[in-house]
């Protein structure tokens, strides 16, 4: 276990909102199937939030029926560090100065910034 990874009742806090993959496709308007694909190429990340829970989206993920911008670009970026999904979504859910977490910046269109601590990380 590295300093990176979050118990998973902790994460499961730290995220609040979650989406099962069928609640995913429906917000986003697409298939189960392409919510795995989705996953799998790092547009979207999941974990399991809590105990026989199965894997879920955080909610945060999705907004106006779309994934939000700047999103897969820092979980691409997150994966090339060597973070796992759970790792990027603690990530993105802590707050890291920006002010606030970085998933809210995203949110609000502030990617840049969020990028540029994403990347200084080892």
Known sequence: MNDRTVPQQDLGALV?????WSAA???LGISVSKVRTLIREHYLA???PAER???QIPAE???DGEVVKGVPGLLTLLHD???DDRECIAWMFTDAGLPGRPIDALRENRGSEVKRRAQALD
């Open 61 to 63: 993920l999705v907004m």
């Open 81 to 83: 560090k060597g973070f």
């Open 53 to 55: 829970a199965g894997q």
């Open 16 to 20: 609040g909102d979650w989406l099962d």
């Open 46 to 48: 999941a974990a399991v």
């Open 25 to 27: 496709a429906t917000e």
